[in-house]
């Protein structure tokens, strides 16, 4: 991994490169207006702190900062709770909802969905006391009024009518809804990686990615299919996620900084349990569980699960396909490092609700770990420079 | 798709019309007719007996030289007590029939197996019947290949149930257990399936009705697979990957003798779905009646010609044509058909223990490109495939043990088939698509089939199988020996 690394970030940036050049051709007014608050550093309290601090292009939108499991806020002592996902692919989240036919909660944003929309999402980092950290709506608008950098005003006016930003409350819907247009652009949902290329006949896989492949899809193996969908749909490709909720049962990561907060954001310290879906609905059936994520540029989104456990592909991998079989460490607070080397895992930070039927015993040998990390890193976006799937890569207005 | 449609219903109009000039077959005397005929009988030889008792006193007072009329009447009692015997004896043995059948006739008739036949030969009700095939597969070169695992297996246990309403209506179910489980868990490895449940109208020997849950009539197997009908453990790859066994599907149709020897079925059926075609072919598409998608039907059809000029000489053809897209494979928002052609063509031969199999078989799937990205990893899946056997065996009990009535064949098959013989060049991308994974083998086969009496068979067979690509997970590779028993019931 620390090998592939560099060059990983390398092909990111010559991209990143790539699109800032055109990108702000191809964006809609709405999208670019989106774009320039999705980057500004100017808009948290204090200043220092924007979307991209946490969700940075150069990591597939999700924190670049591999150091911690979960993403500093504004206050650098401060750190969040939850590991920062990454925007990508996140537009094609239907909204929240419950699914009757499947008795499943479905879509909606943030690990336990508490934003239905794509543009609920977007206010709430603004205002969040560990992230951006502004007090009220208001105060955004305001930074957005004085901004010394960029001329908002005009471009708010230009696309919400006249005077858009001189009513905070709706200003702060057009702030939502312009980032939320950013998200919904190419920009975040590119469909550019060599798995959707393969699929197309326009790429040749190895020998190992195709293993991998069928490793992934095979029902007696990692059946990963079963929630990370990767099968093209009639109007979307693969988005290698069903949007439902999950207890995997991930263990409680020590490296997790937002024990160590003061009572003020972490009343429990080390009690602390992140319960997911299920304390955001108040419904202990969902505890524990959280929305399953697209693997799509997994290769460098790590670290990976809600709390960062795990800083490898193989670590996950492996936890998938063993967690049922090998030994409880007696430590309830391992890392994936020591848990990987003592042959053991933790128990899960909500033992309740714990998918045993679908993941724990996949029965993975070596060479099939080797070949589904193998398969897992054709997702990366960049194989080619646009995406062979046409039209359905524009993601549904919500 | 809506020209099928049409051609459903035109069929089903013109079986009602052919129904209305219905030929009834000679009725089989039933248990209540027999009854109603001895009783007759025995009124008969009352009158006879009182006839005879009567007659002497009137002979002597009539007429003196004619002796012979007492024997005439003795005889006639005698005769007529013979027959009420009979008849009686018949009855009982009707009615012993109803539990244990005195003897079944094993023969195939209009295209199914010998014990799925048996319904037919039945004069009335239910007719019970099945077979099983049990089997130990022994990998003698895995290949490397960790699925290759030695197995033994009770691979299928069958249960044929027949209900005959009259002469002119028969119900005909199969119904199978394979791998003789369908546990949860570690023990969900087999399924229990109605492999076909139709009901046969019989109008006329030419035209004859045929609807349900039908087997499709394509090549040697699909239709007559009793374990007795064919050499080797496991069926003919082809007529696994290239044409799939069992396949059956929801629909009706026409089936009959048209000329002496010429036999044909023709059905529309319930098509495809595409959504499980693979690079192991077509055979996953089946839909087997279970919730089948009916938004698009298919035609298929039969013709075997049997010259009785040449006895044991059999050689037909058959296909399956249809769309498969079930309007859902999509591609950019729009949707394909996913026309699918699948054509079959076979020869057998029998004479005096020598019997001769070959079979070769093709197909076709449209819009390939835009169903390839639907499959994942069991993609892609080849735009043409194609598979031929050939086989011999031959009966060599008479020239070992002359008198017995035992049979033991040796055979040797030859199978050479590819699921992607052809795979799309796009012109979507402008590239064809990877055609590394599929199945495109040589198969040599050798084996023997042992019958102590017809009904049962004791198989063993090597198979060595030669890739040309790299096999997909789940497919058996390696070179195997199968030892195995079958019966029929």
Redesign the interface.
């Not at chain 1, 508490?114 to 305001?142: C, D, H, W, Y």
């Not at chain 2, 244990?100 to 023969?107: D, L, M, R, T, V």
């Given at each position: 991994m620390n090998i592939e690394r560099p060059f990983a970030a390398l092909g990111v940036v010559i991209y990143f490169i790539s699109f800032s050049a055109l990108g702000a051709e191809v964006l809609t007014p709405k999208a670019e207006l989106g774009r320039q608050l999705f980057f500004d550093k100017n808009l948290s309290e204090p200043a220092g702190q924007a979307c991209s601090s946490c969700h940075d292009p150069l990591a597939a939108f999700t924190d670049n900062d591999k150091t911690q499991p979960t993403s500093k806020g504004v206050d650098t002592s401060l750190h969040g709770n939850r590991n920062a996902p990454t925007v990508m692919y996140a537009a094609f989240s239907p909204t929240f909802t419950f699914d009757r036919q499947a008795n499943l909660y479905k879509g909606g944003q943030f690990w336990d969905g508490r934003a239905k929309t794509l543009s609920n999402q977007a206010k709430g980092p603004f205002l969040n006391p560990i992230e951006m950290a502004n007090p009220t709506p208001e105060a955004v608008i305001e930074k957005i009024k004085q901004s010394p950098m960029t001329d908002y005003s005009t471009q708010f006016d230009a696309i919400y009518g006249k005077e858009a930003l001189e009513h905070p409350a709706k200003a702060y819907l057009y702030v939502a809804d312009a980032i939320a247009e950013f998200e919904r652009s190419a920009v975040f949902n590119k469909f550019t990686s060599k798995y959707d290329f393969?699929?197309?006949?326009?790429a040749?896989?190895t020998?190992q990615e195709?293993?991998g492949?069928?490793v992934?899809?095979?029902k007696?193996?990692g059946n990963c299919?079963a929630c990370h969908n990767?099968?093209?749909t009639?109007?979307t490709p693969?988005l290698f996620t069903d949007f439902s909720y999950d207890n995997i049962g991930v263990p409680k990561n020590p490296d997790n900084a937002f024990y160590l907060l003061p009572p003020p954001f972490n009343p429990s310290g080390m009690a602390f349990v992140d319960l997911g879906l299920g304390g955001q609905l108040k419904l202990p059936d969902q505890n524990g569980k959280f929305k399953v994520p697209t693997l799509r540029n997994i290769a460098l989104t790590s670290p990976y699960t809600h709390n960062g456990y795990f800083e490898t592909l193989r670590g996950v991998v492996t936890f998938y396909s063993t967690r049922n079989v090998i030994k409880r460490c007696t430590n309830a607070f391992t890392d994936e490092k020591t848990a990987l080397q003592q042959l053991c895992w933790s128990m899960p930070e909500v033992p309740e609700n714990v998918n045993f039927n679908e993941l724990g015993n996949l029965k993975l040998n070596r060479q099939d770990v080797n070949d589904l990390i193998a398969f897992l890193t054709t997702l990366t976006d960049g194989y080619g420079a646009t995406s062979?799937?046409?039209?359905?890569t524009t993601p549904p207005s919500q | 798709m809506a020209h099928q449609k049409h051609l459903l219903s035109l069929t089903i109009a013109g079986l009602l019309s052919i129904s209305l000039s219905v030929f009834a077959l000679e009725k089989p005397k039933t248990m209540n007719e027999m009854w109603k005929i001895i009783e007759m009988q025995q009124k008969q030889i009352e009158a006879l007996q009182k006839n005879a008792a009567t007659t002497p006193v009137s002979q002597q007072t009539t007429d003196n030289t004619s002796k012979p009329a007492p024997t005439v009447a003795t005889n006639d009692v005698k005769k007529l007590e013979r027959k009420t015997d009979v008849l009686s004896q018949e009855v009982e043995k009707l009615r012993t029939n109803l539990s244990i059948p005195e003897e079944a006739k094993y023969k195939s008739m209009y295209g199914m197996g010998p014990a799925a036949s048996k319904v037919y030969g039945t004069s009335k009700g239910l007719s019970i019947g099945g077979y099983g095939e049990a089997m130990y597969t022994n990998y003698v070169d895995t290949k490397g290949n960790q699925n290759n695992k030695d197995t033994a297996d009770l691979e299928r246990a069958v249960i044929y149930l027949g209900y005959k309403f009259n002469d002119w209506i028969v119900l005909n179910n199969e119904i199978e257990f394979e791998h003789a489980t369908t546990g949860e868990g570690s023990e969900e490895k087999g399924e229990v399936s109605v492999e076909f449940s139709q009901l046969d109208f019989f109008l006329d020997q030419k035209y004859n009705v045929r609807a349900g849950l039908m087997l499709v009539p394509m090549g040697f197997i699909n239709e007559m697979h009793e374990p007795t009908t064919y050499h080797g453990n496991h069926r003919p790859d082809i007529e696994r990957y290239i044409i799939p066994s069992t396949w059956r599907e929801m629909g009706a149709g026409l089936f009959g003798e048209v000329l002496p020897g010429l036999q044909y079925r023709m059905y529309a059926m319930t098509g495809l779905n595409a959504q499980g075609f693979s690079n192991v072919g077509i055979m996953e598409g089946r839909q087997g009646g279970s919730n089948a998608k009916a938004d698009d039907f298919a035609f298929t059809g039969r013709l075997d010609y049997s010259p009785t000029q040449i006895s044991g000489l059999l050689f037909g053809a058959s296909t399956f044509l249809g769309n498969s897209g079930q309007n859902d494979v999509a591609f950019n928002n729009q949707k394909y058909n996913v026309f699918t052609q699948l054509y079959e063509g076979h020869i057998q031969y029998k004479y005096r223990g020598l019997e001769l199999r070959a079979l070769g078989a093709w197909s076709h799937i449209d819009d390939t490109a835009f169903l390839n990205p639907n499959l994942g990893a069991t993609g892609p899946l080849g735009k043409e495939s194609f598979g031929w056997y050939v086989e011999a065996a031959h009966d060599i009990m008479p020239l070992l043990w002359k008198e017995s009535d035992h049979y033991l064949a040796p055979f040797f098959r030859l199978e050479r088939y590819n699921t992607l013989a052809a795979i799309d060049n796009s012109s979507l991308v402008g590239s064809t698509f990877d055609a590394r994974v599929g199945l495109d083998r040589w198969i040599y086969q050798a084996g023997i089939s042992y019958k102590p009496i017809p009904n049962i068979v004791i198989k063993a067979d090597y198979r060595n199988i030669n890739d040309r690509k790299i096999v997909p997970m789940g497919i058996p590779n390696g070179d195997e020996f199968n030892f195995g028993v079958g019966f029929i019931y």
């Amino acid at each position: 991994m620390n090998i592939e690394r560099p060059f990983a970030a390398l092909g990111v940036v010559i991209y990143f490169i790539s699109f800032s050049a055109l990108g702000a051709e191809v964006l809609t007014p709405k999208a670019e207006l989106g774009r320039q608050l999705f980057f500004d550093k100017n808009l948290s309290e204090p200043a220092g702190q924007a979307c991209s601090s946490c969700h940075d292009p150069l990591a597939a939108f999700t924190d670049n900062d591999k150091t911690q499991p979960t993403s500093k806020g504004v206050d650098t002592s401060l750190h969040g709770n939850r590991n920062a996902p990454t925007v990508m692919y996140a537009a094609f989240s239907p909204t929240f909802t419950f699914d009757r036919q499947a008795n499943l909660y479905k879509g909606g944003q943030f690990w336990d969905g508490r934003a239905k929309t794509l543009s609920n999402q977007a206010k709430g980092p603004f205002l969040n006391p560990i992230e951006m950290a502004n007090p009220t709506p208001e105060a955004v608008i305001e930074k957005i009024k004085q901004s010394p950098m960029t001329d908002y005003s005009t471009q708010f006016d230009a696309i919400y009518g006249k005077e858009a930003l001189e009513h905070p409350a709706k200003a702060y819907l057009y702030v939502a809804d312009a980032i939320a247009e950013f998200e919904r652009s190419a920009v975040f949902n590119k469909f550019t990686s060599k798995y959707d290329f393969y699929l197309l006949g326009k790429a040749r896989f190895t020998d190992q990615e195709k293993r991998g492949l069928l490793v992934f899809e095979s029902k007696d193996k990692g059946n990963c299919i079963a929630c990370h969908n990767s099968r093209p749909t009639s109007n979307t490709p693969p988005l290698f996620t069903d949007f439902s909720y999950d207890n995997i049962g991930v263990p409680k990561n020590p490296d997790n900084a937002f024990y160590l907060l003061p009572p003020p954001f972490n009343p429990s310290g080390m009690a602390f349990v992140d319960l997911g879906l299920g304390g955001q609905l108040k419904l202990p059936d969902q505890n524990g569980k959280f929305k399953v994520p697209t693997l799509r540029n997994i290769a460098l989104t790590s670290p990976y699960t809600h709390n960062g456990y795990f800083e490898t592909l193989r670590g996950v991998v492996t936890f998938y396909s063993t967690r049922n079989v090998i030994k409880r460490c007696t430590n309830a607070f391992t890392d994936e490092k020591t848990a990987l080397q003592q042959l053991c895992w933790s128990m899960p930070e909500v033992p309740e609700n714990v998918n045993f039927n679908e993941l724990g015993n996949l029965k993975l040998n070596r060479q099939d770990v080797n070949d589904l990390i193998a398969f897992l890193t054709t997702l990366t976006d960049g194989y080619g420079a646009t995406s062979p799937w046409s039209s359905l890569t524009t993601p549904p207005s919500q | 798709m809506a020209h099928q449609k049409h051609l459903l219903s035109l069929t089903i109009a013109g079986l009602l019309s052919i129904s209305l000039s219905v030929f009834a077959l000679e009725k089989p005397k039933t248990m209540n007719e027999m009854w109603k005929i001895i009783e007759m009988q025995q009124k008969q030889i009352e009158a006879l007996q009182k006839n005879a008792a009567t007659t002497p006193v009137s002979q002597q007072t009539t007429d003196n030289t004619s002796k012979p009329a007492p024997t005439v009447a003795t005889n006639d009692v005698k005769k007529l007590e013979r027959k009420t015997d009979v008849l009686s004896q018949e009855v009982e043995k009707l009615r012993t029939n109803l539990s244990i059948p005195e003897e079944a006739k094993y023969k195939s008739m209009y295209g199914m197996g010998p014990a799925a036949s048996k319904v037919y030969g039945t004069s009335k009700g239910l007719s019970i019947g099945g077979y099983g095939e049990a089997m130990y597969t022994n990998y003698v070169d895995t290949k490397g290949n960790q699925n290759n695992k030695d197995t033994a297996d009770l691979e299928r246990a069958v249960i044929y149930l027949g209900y005959k309403f009259n002469d002119w209506i028969v119900l005909n179910n199969e119904i199978e257990f394979e791998h003789a489980t369908t546990g949860e868990g570690s023990e969900e490895k087999g399924e229990v399936s109605v492999e076909f449940s139709q009901l046969d109208f019989f109008l006329d020997q030419k035209y004859n009705v045929r609807a349900g849950l039908m087997l499709v009539p394509m090549g040697f197997i699909n239709e007559m697979h009793e374990p007795t009908t064919y050499h080797g453990n496991h069926r003919p790859d082809i007529e696994r990957y290239i044409i799939p066994s069992t396949w059956r599907e929801m629909g009706a149709g026409l089936f009959g003798e048209v000329l002496p020897g010429l036999q044909y079925r023709m059905y529309a059926m319930t098509g495809l779905n595409a959504q499980g075609f693979s690079n192991v072919g077509i055979m996953e598409g089946r839909q087997g009646g279970s919730n089948a998608k009916a938004d698009d039907f298919a035609f298929t059809g039969r013709l075997d010609y049997s010259p009785t000029q040449i006895s044991g000489l059999l050689f037909g053809a058959s296909t399956f044509l249809g769309n498969s897209g079930q309007n859902d494979v999509a591609f950019n928002n729009q949707k394909y058909n996913v026309f699918t052609q699948l054509y079959e063509g076979h020869i057998q031969y029998k004479y005096r223990g020598l019997e001769l199999r070959a079979l070769g078989a093709w197909s076709h799937i449209d819009d390939t490109a835009f169903l390839n990205p639907n499959l994942g990893a069991t993609g892609p899946l080849g735009k043409e495939s194609f598979g031929w056997y050939v086989e011999a065996a031959h009966d060599i009990m008479p020239l070992l043990w002359k008198e017995s009535d035992h049979y033991l064949a040796p055979f040797f098959r030859l199978e050479r088939y590819n699921t992607l013989a052809a795979i799309d060049n796009s012109s979507l991308v402008g590239s064809t698509f990877d055609a590394r994974v599929g199945l495109d083998r040589w198969i040599y086969q050798a084996g023997i089939s042992y019958k102590p009496i017809p009904n049962i068979v004791i198989k063993a067979d090597y198979r060595n199988i030669n890739d040309r690509k790299i096999v997909p997970m789940g497919i058996p590779n390696g070179d195997e020996f199968n030892f195995g028993v079958g019966f029929i019931y």
